[in-house]
Nanobody
Framework: QVQLVESGGGLVQAGGSLRLSCAAS????????MGWYRQTPGKQRELVAV???????NYVDSVKDRFTISRDNAKNMVYLQMNSLEPEDTDVYYC???????WGKGTQVTVSS
């Protein structure tokens, strides 16, 4: 069973930056596309960034040019660099293999005005 642990969230002011990290218990990055999601409790989960097996990336329009997803296959790590943060980015952020159900506890990102 794959376990994922997110870290790096915190409290920042608008315009600030955070780097989220996702540690995988197994070497899965060569098997699955990996994504970062965000979800407010009671609302639908949103996929905000994905990195495909070949290394190409996609982003939801609201974070394009501000967020960058990357990975280190040898270290079983996935990252999300978040720049120019806005209050609307406030949410709990999760990583996962796209289409899978390996949900962890997530990491809270709160952006103040």
């Amino acid at each position: 069973q794959v376990q994922l642990v997110e870290s790096g969230g915190g409290l920042v002011q608008a315009g600030g930056s955070l780097r989220l990290s996702c540690a995988a218990s197994r070497s899965i990055l060569s098997i699955y596309a990996m994504g970062w999601y965000r979800q407010t409790p009671g609302k639908q989960r949103e996929l905000v960034a994905v990195i495909h097996l070949g290394g190409s990336t996609n982003y939801v329009d609201s974070v394009k040019d501000r967020f960058t997803i990357s990975r280190d296959n040898a270290k079983n790590m996935v990252y999300l660099q978040m720049n120019s943060l806005e209050p609307e980015d406030t949410d709990v952020y999760y990583c996962n293999a796209v289409g899978m159900n390996f949900w962890g506890k997530g990491t809270q990102v709160t952006v103040s005005s």
